[in-house]
Nanobody, 121 residues
Framework: EVQLVESGGGLVQPGGSLRLSCAAS????????MSWVRQAPGKGREWVSG????????SYADSVKGRFTISRDNAKNTLYLQMNSLKPEDTAVYYC??????????????WGQGTQVTVSS
């Protein structure tokens, strides 16, 4: 059974940092691209960042480029999102998701339950 479990969310002041983690199990983590997707209150899901299976190709939404860094540790079956210079508009539930292939393309087939990030003073 595929499981994706996010952690690391919380309340942070504008300009602060958080590091999200996503622990994966039930599949061969190193074979698949992964992504972070967020959903703000009252809005649809927004793709944030993606990383290929071996971690050498990364991509970001314009809204987070230069502030967020995606990474993965295939030995630990864990995906990360380092978020710096956080803004109130980054407030959302953050989900990790698994792609069906090794590259960041096409649809995802599994989602985690999400972790809440709130940026507020």
């Amino acid at each position: 059974e595929v499981q994706l479990v996010e952690s690391g969310g919380g309340l942070v002041q504008p300009g602060g940092s958080l590091r999200l983690s996503c622990a994966a199990s039930g599949f061969t983590f190193s074979r698949y691209a992964m992504s972070w997707v967020r959903q703000a209150p009252g809005k649809g899901r927004e793709w944030v960042s993606g990383i290929n299976s071996i971690g050498v190709s990364r991509s970001y939404a314009d809204s987070v480029k230069g502030r967020f860094t995606i990474s993965r540790d295939n030995a630990k079956n864990t995906l990360y999102l380092q978020m710096n210079s956080l803004k109130p508009e980054d407030t959302a539930v953050y989900y990790c998701a698994k792609y069906k292939v090794a590259v960041v393309t096409g649809n995802v087939d599994y989602w985690g339950q999400g972790t809440q990030v709130t940026v507020s003073s």
